[in-house]
């Protein structure tokens, strides 16, 4: 059986020998971009050779993207944990054409590294192509239909609508159709299309997609017509962690080596086994597992937990998993910052960034840690409180915010934990007493509180890592104002 490790070579080795460079992931936090906070998909380090403001450096490129889905148009959070394939943190091996191949090769690579070099069984893979929109005046993408048929019969190829299976950048810009791939992992028996339909992401747990083909063709007008582009990209990404879910032949990414590492040593930390269930303990392993690559890859590539912008995306997660490990695992001392060291090492040579910050890292996260378990339960408390006077109705905003301003609660996590009683929030309330809030707090001080860590003040440098910092004055000291 291939390791992670070996599978992700596999990948960069195989479009290396198609004449791709090999690049390094970008940093996953975004620092240059006010429509994005996080790196969310391959392409986005590249979505200037897309939009024809830079020239790319090579006509071929392929890597292994770190992405995180928690913010904004994706957005994967609830999830995580829940399912067996939807992370926050995940890597996303992709292949780029920059105005070279297209469709032709794009298919018929993706095919060859699949069903040869990695060996996944011809008659569990399926794809989808756009079937076109009348209304918008796309076509259906016939091209891809018939570079597929070359490979796969046709009862295979499924067509697919707008919504999965054309992507838009955005209202204007580059677009086009894709083709994305699926795997049918439920067992032999099993395998029969249901109701006469075949099965495709989302229809059943053990359907998974794992990769996507977008064939970037069209430029989208400001009076929303489509032109042709002069010259065709290829933008492709796969889930990592997907892969060698299918390739281990595990029911789960968790069960597969990616995750293994960290949960048995959580099960070791907390004496507790993880088993695959839907208990809320079976969640919290998986949660844990998840969420602390998110945390310790973000603050390694930058970004600080904090109270605002993508610091407070960092924050919410790592609360959320020590509520996990609070309430399910019966862990009452900081647990995460002690699972760094396996991740580190784990992600040494792919991502050197951790090992190279590993006592920053861990200090960071295990101050988060004791900050958030001093009001913990505390919070707790007060919201089965707050629950047993609700009486099945949502909990009230104000309550929602007293949570928040007083025992550190993120509103998410609220949220789950009123989910959790088949209860809403007052969302609408919440947001009224956090307004009054930030608006007596603005008035009290003219400070900018965002908490943006920017290393250096001069633009065009990127992050070095802490290790270049004093770390007792970094904060304050290179706060941006
Ligand atoms: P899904 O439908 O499963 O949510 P997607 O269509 O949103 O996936 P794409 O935007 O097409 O995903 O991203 C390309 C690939 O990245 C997917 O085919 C999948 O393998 C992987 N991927 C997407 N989101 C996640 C996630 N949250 N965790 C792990 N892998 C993911
Ligand atoms: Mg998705
Ligand atoms: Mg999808
Ligand atoms: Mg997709």
């Known amino acids: 059986m291939l390791t992670s490790a070996e599978i992700r070579q596999k990948f960069l080795d195989f479009f290396a020998s198609k004449g791709h460079a090999i690049v390094p992931s970008a940093p996953i936090v975004v620092k240059n971009d006010p429509t994005l906070l996080f790196t969310n998909a391959g392409m986005n380090q590249f979505k200037d050779y897309f939009l024809g403001n830079k020239k790319a450096p090579s006509s071929r490129i392929a890597d292994t993207q770190k992405c995180l889905r928690v913010s904004g148009k994706h957005n994967d959070l609830e999830e995580v944990g829940v399912d067996t394939y ?62 597929w048929q070359k490979w796969i019969a046709e009862d295979r190829i499924l067509l697919g609508n707008k919504k999965d299976n054309f992507w838009e950048m ?28 075949t099965l495709v992401n989302n229809d059943h747990p053990q359907v998974i997609e794992i990769w996507n083909n977008v064939f970037i063709q069209f430029n989208r007008l400001k009076d929303g017509s489509l032109e042709l582009l002069p010259a065709k990209h290829v933008d492709t990404g796969m889930g990592f962690e997907r892969l060698v879910r299918v390739l281990q032949q595990k029911t789960s990414n968790y069960d597969s080596d990616v995750f293994t590492g960290t949960i048995a040593a959580t099960e070791k930390i907390t004496g507790k086994k993880y088993d ?48 996990y490990y609070f309430s399910y695992l019966d862990m009452k001392e900081p647990l995460l910052y002690q699972l760094m060291p396996v991740l580190a090492a784990q992600f040494k040579t792919v991502f050197p960034e951790l090992f190279q910050q590993l006592d920053f890292v861990g ?106 910092l004093n770390t007792e004055t970094k904060v304050t000291k290179y706060r941006k104002v």
């Open 170 to 197: 955005g209202d204007t810009g580059p677009c086009g159709p894709c083709t994305e791939i699926h795997v049918d992992c439920r067992p032999d028996d099993e395998r029969k299309a249901v109701d006469g339909k």
């Open 86 to 147: 939807h992370h926050t943190m995940f890597e996303m091996l992709g292949n780029w054409s920059f105005g070279d191949y297209f469709k032709k090769e794009a298919i018929e690579w993706s095919w060859e590294l699949l069903a040869e070099v990695y060996g996944i069984p011809k008659d569990r893979l399926y794809v989808t192509i756009f079937e076109g929109d009348a209304k918008e005046n796309l076509p259906k993408d016939e091209e891809a239909f018939n570079e």
């Open 276 to 323: 695959f269930s839907d208990t809320k303990q079976a969640i919290a392993f998986r949660v844990i597992a998840d969420h602390i690559r998110a945390i310790a890859f973000t603050i390694a590539d930058g970004q600080l937990p904090s109270n605002t912008g993508a610091g407070y995306v960092i924050r919410r997660i790592l609360r959320r998993a020590v509520r």
């Open 363 to 468: 200090k960071v996260v295990k101050e988060e840690e004791d900050a958030f378990l001093r009001t913990l339960e505390k919070g707790l408390k007060k919201i089965d409180e707050v629950i047993a006077q609700t009486k099945g109705a949502a909990i009230n905003g104000e309550a929602a915010f007293e949570l928040l301003d007083t025992y550190g609660f993120p509103i998410d996590l609220t949220r789950l934990i009123a989910q959790e009683n088949n209860l809403k929030v007052d969302e609408e309330a919440f947001e009224k007493a956090l307004t009054q809030q930030k608006d007596r707090s603005r008035a009290a001080t003219a400070l900018d509180t965002e908490d943006w860590v920017v290393l250096k003040d001069t633009a065009n440098t990127s992050f070095e890592g802490y290790h270049t």
